[in-house]
């Protein structure tokens, strides 16, 4: 499945003067109705979702009439269209990339095992949509702090999910750090230290992430058996 970068997205007119409006916050989708506020942001990412897929070009007012949602209410959803097309990309990649880890979890309690599939999984990923994800890096990077969202944040919940057969052994603490070392360990950031930066193939670097979070993990575990 191709993903068209986002430089093919435009930004409208309608977005250009909506820039210079006071920012109102993201909503709050755990207080007040949450459920309704849970299914009109799903509501926006899945119409979001189908423009993307079908490489089409949209604005958050195309996207709210295709989700049968307000102008207004998928503004302060999204107050650009940078921020759902990031939503809408990650959700495609993640459904289509990821969706085998959970089956895996399942049949698998080897820890070495499961956190090898997650590293996988995202340098498959990354080779398989490499423009896609450094267009959203870029737009993580030139997007003000005050924007939504800054990352989607899969990389924490797949390794903690991973690592779950050794969480009673692992103090709070130490299980934060190994999840947060292990981040370094997949996406596009170490895609582009070690081949933009220290010149690897894909294939190599492929083989230095799985070294990585392997040396990681035996770490961690012998400090906590120690």
Known sequence: MALHP?????????????????????????SGRANQKA??????????MSFVREGRDFSIADVADAARVGRTTAYGYFPTKDALFAQAASEIVVRADFADLSELFQQS???KTRVKAVVEASDTSIRAHEAQYRA????????????????VAYRPKRLLEALAPVREELDERLLERLVAAL??????????????????TPEEAAEIKLW??????????????E
Request: glycine letters at 4%; a negative charge.
């Open 6 to 30: 986002l430089s093919y997205y435009s930004h409208t007119m309608e977005e250009t003067i909506l820039k210079s409006r006071p920012r109102r916050p993201a909503p709050d989708l755990t």
């Open 39 to 48: 299914r009109t942001y799903q509501a926006l990412v899945e119409a979001a």
């Open 109 to 111: 309690s080897d820890i």
């Open 136 to 151: 959203l890096l870029r737009i993580s990077l030139e997007t003000d702090q005050g924007d939504e969202p800054r990352r």
């Open 183 to 200: 981040s370094l360990c997949v996406g596009i950031e170490a895609h582009i230290a070690l081949c933009d930066v220290c010149g690897l």
């Open 212 to 225: 990585a979070a392997e040396a990681l993990l035996k770490a961690v575990l012998s400090d906590a058996q």
